[in-house]
């Protein structure tokens, strides 16, 4: 439904980037009533000011791209909102949010200095300002979430978000031109500094983070996918930059484990996405006016259409959370209402020189968004974990709102104390480099297919049970020579003897909850496969069902194990591995997996407790860490090991 249009001065597509559509600017400033987007990307002493026609579509694969080739297929800006992941199947409250579509039809490109000096520079007056869920409200959903949720397996880390509120005196148009001002002079190291203005759709913003993007190379054609999670937030203290504190915080775990899980998290999605599973590039910083995170650089090749790209990589787990679908569900349950484009992404399609579409995608955060009756709204969000201190992350919500707040007014900007480069102190690069000393080098260069002797020709098939690390899995398993289907559990027969390994997989949740039909489903699925005698290996929570099934005990963790790694012994071999669990298989004192149990089993266990970290067993195994994690860094020698027993071993104690 088309739904407004801008006159067309200029031919559709992507014009010359050094010839300007004259006055298209000053006829926004002036108050022409258009729709626009003005966007600077990261460090570019240009800005691009655009206007068009705008659309509303239903899906993605709607956005009207034009026929691959076509000379006069335009570029498109995209505004997705959050309510889109229902296209993956995954819940969202639905506020009718529409996904809409900016049809360029007119561009202009302008130096920095000019549009700076063309923008309004008038405060935009804000009255009755507050945040949505108050300080002790939100430290009580802190608890509430950690308790209910982290607590009881449904995931590793779940983003949770508040707003402030308040209502403008001026129109949209003019609120956010100010604001991009204001964003532009005041706000440093954005990917996308931006202002967005359709019919009841208004916004500006100083986004930090790259979704996705897609780019051709023009020698090759090859096209390279990239994905930029960025997480661990370092607040720039008041009494200014010192190299010391931020070393310090380089070390703190949480901020540290924060950021590998969801590279874990966006390494599910570019196995999807890429045929070469993808390679961590990194870690670096992103260092902005009041804020500093840390981050790394994912890459891949694919072949994908853009916008098939963006279905299967929506949304950030650095603004959802881990893993990806069980994250939905929880911020349903938690946040108070809709997310609106929170969250979501700016997509920019621009026709490329193979006659086909480059993609750039930054996440929708750190950004104002006001409608026709000037409702104002600032969202912001903390990353949960399992050791999250309440206060600390009600103070990281109000941070990263605060970059946004100055530009609106709300809070005074601070006076720039002596400027810092944080990258380059004595001591940062070494100890960004040192997190990957930990990391499986697997994910840290090119892979390349090096076939395992028992495991290459085979065939093998992975039940997911609401867990995407069954990609990366996949990807591992192929990568050994293997022929690898993922199947997800809903859709899963009970008996699979058409392959040679069943690979039950992981998922949230309480392996004993019956009532839960993806639970049910499961150990219907490794019952059979057992009881066939038929090759099977179980990976997390399947680990705990076919414990279970073996006669073993499933208890709750006294603390959770959510993106923590571990150096285990398994079967006899130091191994540093990746747990993301709350419950656990026990061993008691005494048992004898030989004798005692539904049959003879192997155990890899942690001495001390009696916790349940592997299995081996005639046609078996079983391994509670994800191995396919990027937090197992001997993961990959792990899984050939215990996916070749499976096909061909027996249990030591037998």
Same mark, same amino acid.
């Given at each position: ?364 955060? @750190? /950004? =104002?968004? +006001? ?10 969000? $903390?990353?949960?974990? %399992? &050791? ?69 020709? @085979? /065939? =093998?098939? +992975? ?10 899995? $996949?990807?591992?398993? %192929? &990568? ?73 005990? +499933? ?100």
């Amino acid at each position: 439904m088309q739904i407004s249009s801008a006159q067309q001065t200029s031919a559709p597509g992507t014009p010359d980037q050094g010839v300007a559509v004259s006055g298209l600017l000053q006829r926004i400033v002036g108050g022409e009533d258009v729709p626009f987007a003005i966007i600077r990307r990261q460090a570019s002493a240009t800005v691009d000011i655009l206007s068009g026609d705008v659309v509303d579509v239903d899906r993605l694969a709607d956005i009207p791209l034009g026929a691959e080739g076509d000379p006069e297929r335009p570029e498109i800006l995209t505004i997705v909102p959050y309510r889109q992941v229902r296209e993956r199947g995954f819940a969202a409250i639905d506020d009718g949010a529409p996904l809409r579509c900016l049809i360029v039809r007119e561009r202009e490109v302008l130096p920095l200095e000019q549009v700076v000096a063309s923008l309004p520079d008038a405060p935009v007056p804000l009255a009755d300002g507050a945040f949505d869920v108050s300080d002790e409200e939100y430290a009580d959903i802190v608890r509430t979430v950690i308790r209910d949720e982290i607590g009881r397996g449904e995931g590793a880390n779940f983003v949770i978000r508040r707003e402030y509120r308040a209502v403008a005196g001026v129109q949209a148009s003019t609120a956010v031109l100010s604001w991009l001002r204001a964003l532009l002079v005041g706000e440093s190291g954005a990917y996308w500094t931006f202002a967005v203005h359709t019919p009841d759709v208004s916004m500006a913003g100083a986004t930090p983070e790259r979704h996705v993007g897609v780019a051709v190379d023009a020698d090759s054609g090859e096209r390279t996918v990239t994905m930029n999670p960025i997480s661990g937030t370092y607040r720039h203290p008041a009494s200014g930059l010192t190299a010391d504190a931020f070393r310090a915080f380089l070390d703190d775990v949480k901020e540290t484990e924060e950021l590998f899980m969801v590279v874990d998290e966006e390494m599910k999605m570019m196995s999807r996405v890429c045929s070469s599973g993808g390679r961590i590039l990194g870690p670096f910083l992103a260092q902005m006016s009041r804020l500093t995170h840390t981050e790394y650089l994912l890459a891949g090749t694919s072949d994908l259409d853009v916008r098939e790209v963006l279905r299967l990589t929506m949304f950030a787990p650095t603004v959802t959370g881990s893993p990806m679908q069980n994250a939905c569900s929880v911020i349903a349950r938690h946040e108070r209402g809709a997310r609106g484009y929170y969250s979501g992404v700016l997509a920019r399609f621009t026709p490329s020189a193979d006659g086909a579409y480059e993609l750039d995608a930054p996440i929708l955060i @750190r /950004t =104002a968004y +006001i409608d026709g009756e000037g409702q104002v709204r600032v969202p912001s969000g $903390a990353t949960l974990v %399992r &050791h999250s201190d309440p206060v600390s992350e009600v103070a990281e919500t109000a941070a990263k709102a605060s970059g946004i707040l100055t530009a609106l007014g709300v809070i005074a900007s601070q006076p720039a104390g002596e400027a810092i480069e944080l990258a380059a102190q004595d001591g940062v690069a070494e100890a960004l480099n040192a997190r990957n000393a930990r990391l499986a080098q697997f994910w840290l260069q090119p892979q390349h297919p090096a076939p395992s002797g028992a495991l290459a020709g @085979r /065939t =093998a098939r +992975i039940i997911d049970a609401e867990d995407e690390f069954t990609a990366m899995l $996949a990807h591992q398993l %192929r &990568h050994f020579g293997m022929s690898v289907d993922v199947v997800p559990w809903s859709a899963a027969a009970v008996e699979h003897n058409d392959v040679d390994l069943l690979v039950a997989g992981p998922g949230p949740g309480d392996p004993l909850d019956l009532a839960e039909p993806r639970i049910a489903r499961m150990q219907e699925i490794v019952a059979a496969r057992l009881g066939a005698g038929s090759p099977l290996l179980a990976v997390c929570l399947s680990h705990q069902v076919l414990a279970h099934q073996l006669g073993l005990p +499933i208890v709750p963790l006294g603390a959770p194990r959510q993106g923590l790694q571990l150096e285990v012994d398994l079967f006899g071999e130091p191994t540093l591995i990746g747990f993301y669990n709350t419950f656990t298989a026990r061993v008691d004192a005494g048992v004898d997996g030989g004798a005692d149990l539904a049959r003879p089993v192997e155990f890899a266990l942690d001495a001390a407790t009696g916790d349940v970290f592997a299995t081996r067993g005639n046609g078996f195994a079983s391994v509670q860490g994800h191995l396919e994690s990027v937090l197992s860094r001997d993961g990959l020698l792990a899984l050939e090991s215990l996916a070749s027993h499976a096909l061909v071993g027996t249990a030591a104690s037998v």
